[in-house]
């Protein structure tokens, strides 16, 4: 038996596959990325800019526009800290403790992933419209929940509510109990405890789960479509004017306001990285995002 | 710092993980709770440490009631199996903590801090590595950093979870060696978890051998080594060979030799077992020499000692023997007699 082939093929990492190979995968998932996601967002951006900047600047700084983009702004920083602070909330329960019906709790998180955001626009319509459940009550007090700001931003809280505690329970679950129980024991306070060791654990987690829910309370379209009302300059969210621009043939309109929703994504991704980067070392050295 | 635990008792739903404790730790002592897993071990150092507490029993430090008290008014230090390190914190800072999260009026100066930070950092030889994060540093040096970062606390007590369990074999002999010495210099009573029997007999001034949330024994080392008080004991420290016999007459023959058993010399006949150390055998090769009649199976040379391998005739246990280093080793295959040096004989009700 000769123990060297002399035309054995040359040694190579185990998990290493032939260049044709990788050369190919790295093409497919360019090719894929470029086709379904580079190419529709540029078009977006040149469909924005198809009559000119001037053109482009008006439809953005329309008053209809402004408000859609205030509104907009305004759902977005009412939903996400709530969601914050109850997903900070949830992780924490489901992590750290043991209760019965935690099963139950986790799937009740889930729920409007698993629910068509028409749906969860109907329930608050159901609940709140003059014809509805506690409608009437809220009337008499003089609180419109449907067809006013007050009923997008409860659709868009009941659609974002799982980003931030699905992003949070697995880390916390992993990372268990240990540091808070070396913390007191070294004599810190629940208060100590949490800011000093908890949060800074799940930073990274946190404000990933802070990322995805700020993009989707932004974008969200069919729960506030539905207890939005349309009304223009009032109760129009972004999403909704795009649609209302479209749907009257105004398409650099609607292109103009689509690609400033689209920045806004951009930005929050672009604001994301620069933070990885700024704290490579300390990411590097703790937590996992 | 001397501890009495009284009568504790913890169960986790179903499952009693503390049958009824009693232990007195002496100030300035090195404990060692000793025991197989599920044996209650960890669970009585973290009732000691006020992460866990007690479904009865009473807990006095310096004869001071303190089993409502939390971990944190505790002053225990607590050193997790895991390090539990703070991970985004680096290695001052970890060692810091205890002194930063202190309420304003007992808190020591930035400058008296990081004075002390040095200080402990030189104790447990990292103070080149004060600048790095915990996943930058090895196993041992890992512990080292939760050791200063328990002591910074000046605690009363410092209490070990498994110290050595997640190292390999070289540095856990030299943090061992290293830890012992530490102890010594500072006089602190520690206590600290161990499955591994030989571990716990090389460090601790005691050792408390547990089984089944009890405490089956305590002693010196040297005590439980030698007078193990019952067969779990037995079985659990070192290397043991285990030989069925028949207690008569308050005792049990092996061979030709008669030893005493812990049982009246009126009680009926029962089963028992009987243990025996390696190194308590001698063989004698010489034909019809009188003794355990054995067949030499295995010889192994190599090493400290001779390991001899053989088969007891009557009942075919296997029965190993250390014989010093130089001996001549009988023949493989060759019969043999046995005679002991040392014998604890239990009846098999408690074996």
């Known amino acids: 038996m000769n123990p060297k082939p002399q035309n054995a093929p040359r040694r190579r990492d185990p998990t290493t596959e032939p260049v044709w190979v990788r050369w190919l995968l790295i093409l497919i998932t360019i090719g894929y990325l470029l086709a379904m996601l580079v190419l529709p967002t540029v078009s977006v951006f040149i469909g924005g800019l198809a009559k000119g900047i001037q053109a482009y600047l008006a439809a953005v700084s329309e008053e209809d526009a402004l408000a859609a983009i205030r509104l907009t702004l305004l759902v977005a920083a009412i939903a996400v ?3 914050v602070v109850f997903g900070l909330a949830a992780a924490w329960a489901i992590a750290k403790f043991e209760f019965r019906g935690k099963s139950l709790l986790i799937t009740l998180i889930d729920l409007p992933f698993s629910v068509s955001p028409v749906i969860s626009g109907l329930i608050y319509v159901l609940l709140y419209s003059v014809h509805g459940w506690f409608g009437p009550a809220l009337d008499a007090l003089g609180i419109k929940v449907v067809f006013s700001a007050t009923g997008i931003v409860l659709a868009t809280i009941f659609v974002t509510f799982p980003f931030v505690a699905r992003e949070l329970i697995p880390l916390m679950q992993e990372q268990g109990t240990d540091e808070e129980q070396a913390a007191i ?11 000093r060791v908890t949060l800074p654990n799940v930073t990274w987690g946190l404000l990933y789960g802070v990322l995805l829910c700020n993009a989707r309370a932004m974008g969200e379209f069919g729960a506030v479509s539905v207890v939005s009302g349309h009304i223009r300059g009032l109760t129009n969210t972004m ?12 398409f650099v309109g609607a292109f103009a306001v689509a690609s400033l929703l689209a ?3 951009l930005v929050t991704l672009a604001l994301k990285s620069l933070l990885e980067w700024r704290y490579a070392d300390r990411l590097a050295s703790g937590a996992r995002h | 710092m001397s501890i009495t635990v009284t009568g504790l008792v913890k169960h986790f739903d179903s499952f009693a993980a503390l049958k009824g404790v009693d232990l007195a730790v002496r100030p300035g002592e090195f404990l060692a709770l000793l025991g197989p897993s599920g044996s209650g071990k960890t669970t009585l150092l973290r009732i000691l440490a006020g992460l866990e507490f007690p479904d009865a029993g009473q807990l006095t430090i310096d004869d001071v009631d303190v089993s409502e008290q939390g971990a944190r008014d505790r002053q225990m230090g607590f050193v997790f199996q895991h390090y539990a390190l703070f991970k985004h914190m680096t290695v001052a800072q970890n060692v810091a903590f205890g002194l930063r999260v202190k309420p304003r009026k007992e808190r020591p100066s930035r400058a008296e801090i990081n004075e002390r930070v040095d200080r402990l950092l030189q104790l447990v030889q990292l103070e080149q ?3 790095r994060y915990p996943t930058q540093l090895s196993g041992g040096q890992r512990q080292r950093v939760a050791l200063a970062r328990a002591l910074a606390i000046e605690p009363r007590v410092l209490l070990l979870d498994e110290p050595f369990g997640a190292l390999d074999a070289k540095v856990r002999k030299d943090l061992r060696r290293w830890l012992r010495g530490l102890h010594d210099e500072m006089g602190i009573t520690s206590i600290f978890v161990s499955h591994d029997q030989e571990e716990a007999l090389e460090l601790a001034d005691r050792v408390a051998v547990m089984s089944e949330g009890r405490i089956a024994q305590i002693g010196t080392p040297t005590e439980i080594y030698r007078n193990p008080a019952n067969a779990f004991v037995c079985e659990f420290l070192g290397n043991t060979n285990r030989l ?4 008569e007459k308050g005792g049990a023959k092996l061979g030709e030799q008669f030893f005493a058993a812990a049982v009246p010399s009126d009680a009926p006949a029962l089963p028992g077992v009987a243990y025996v150390r390696p190194e308590d055998c001698d063989i004698h090769t010489e034909p019809n020499a009188a003794g355990l009649k054995a067949r030499v199976l295995k010889i192994h040379a190599a090493g400290p000692a001779v390991r001899v391998e053989l088969r007891r005739l009557e009942s075919d246990e296997i029965i190993e023997i250390h014989l010093p280093p130089g001996t001549d080793a009988p023949d493989v295959g060759s019969d043999v007699a046995l005679s002991f040096r040392r014998v604890r004989i239990f009846p098999v009700a408690t074996a």
């Open chain 1, 239 to 250: 999403p909704l004017h795009i649609e209302i621009l479209y749907n009257e043939y105004d």
């Open chain 1, 185 to 195: 024991s070294l004599g810190a306070n629940g208060f100590q405890t949490f800011f």
């Open chain 2, 129 to 131: 590595l004060g600048d």
């Open chain 1, 81 to 83: 800290p709530l969601n």
């Open chain 1, 263 to 265: 920045s806004l994504a």
């Open chain 2, 244 to 247: 069925t016999c028949r207690i």
